[in-house]
C-alpha cells in the first residue's frame, strides 16, 4: 500500500530521478515550456513553481537554494530578474498543463508543462 507516499517513482533510483526533475526544472525555466509526458509533467510542476516562488522572494538566501536545484546560472538569473516580477501579484499557479495525445512509439500520454 502506498501509505504516507507523496510522489511518483518512475522505475528509477532517486538520484536519478530528482536528476530528471531538475533537468526539466531547467528545461521549463529556460524555454519557456517543455513537452513530456503528462505524469512527469505532473511532478516537475511543484518544483517550477518552488523555483518561481523561491525568485519572487528575490533574497540572497532563496538565490542560493535555486543555484543548488537549477543546472545553469544563466537561468537563475533570468528567474530572479525576468520570471519571477512578472508573478510578483500572483499568489500561485505559475504553470499550466496542456494535454497533448498519446505518443505514436508507446502510446504514453503526452503533455506540455509551461508557464502561464
Request: proline share 3%.
Amino acid at each position: 500500500m502506498r501509505h504516507k507516499q507523496t510522489s511518483r517513482r518512475f522505475d528509477m533510483p532517486s538520484a536519478q530521478r530528482m536528476a530528471m526533475f531538475r533537468n526539466l526544472t531547467t528545461d521549463v525555466l529556460k524555454h519557456g515550456y517543455v513537452r513530456t509526458t503528462e505524469p512527469r509533467a505532473k511532478e516537475v510542476r511543484r518544483f517550477v513553481e518552488h523555483m518561481i516562488t523561491l525568485g519572487k522572494s528575490g533574497s540572497l538566501h532563496s538565490r542560493r537554494q535555486a543555484l543548488a536545484f537549477v543546472y545553469d546560472a544563466d537561468v537563475v538569473k533570468d528567474l530572479f530578474d525576468e520570471i519571477a516580477p512578472r508573478y510578483k501579484e500572483r499568489p500561485g499557479g505559475y504553470t499550466r498543463v496542456v494535454h497533448l495525445g498519446q505518443r505514436q512509439g508507446d502510446a504514453a500520454k503526452m503533455a506540455r508543462l509551461e508557464l502561464v
